[in-house]
Each structure stands twice: as C-alpha cells, then as structure tokens.
C-alpha cells in the first residue's frame, strides 16, 4: 500500500492541485476535492499498472473491502476509487490501441477481471 499512496501523492504534486486558498467553498470544494483525488489515484494507477502490479492490485482491494466507506469528506468512496483505479490501470501512459477502439489492455487487465 506504500507504493500506492507515494505514487498517488507524487501524482498531486505532478497534477499541480493546489488547496484553493479562497473563493470555493462547501460542495463545490468537496466536489473538486473529490475529483482531484480520482485524479491522482488514476495517475498513480497508470503508473503502478507498468511498475508495480502487485501494489496496484492491493490498493484496488483495499478500496473494494472500503465499499461506501470514505476517508473523510475530500475523497470519494472506496467504491469508487477501485472503479477508478480499475478503469485507469488498463491502459499504459494513456494510450488508446492502434484502431481507435478504446484503451490498450495490459498485463494488469486480467488480474482484476
């Protein structure tokens, strides 16, 4: 799980999200704070997905065990960080296949079929 949250937390850093000083509050914060958690966790899974299949598979099972359960207000249920994680994890640097038909499978595919 360590490679996971290094990961995820170089990826905020790589993304450039900043905590908004001032002007969003409330659910519009919580929203981009949410979105920008989904975000860090599917760069973080592109990269563990080449690097570290085994610390990605651990992370997705974490979240799944998660289920509705989140940390706290800023990051999105368990549910939906496997989803997240799941969905980005099968592509490599983001690549779509050759014709066109969608994201490029990889090793990291059948582990979580």
Known sequence: MTAFVLAHEYAHIDLGHRRPRAGITGDALQRLLQGWELDADCSAAVRLSRERPAA???????????????????????????????ACGLTQNGDQSPSGRGPRSTAVETAFK
């Open 56 to 86: 990605l598979h651990a992370a997705i099972s974490l979240f799944r065990a998660m289920g509705s359960d989140r940390v706290d207000l800023e990051h999105p249920v368990g549910t939906a960080r496997a989803t997240r994680l799941i």
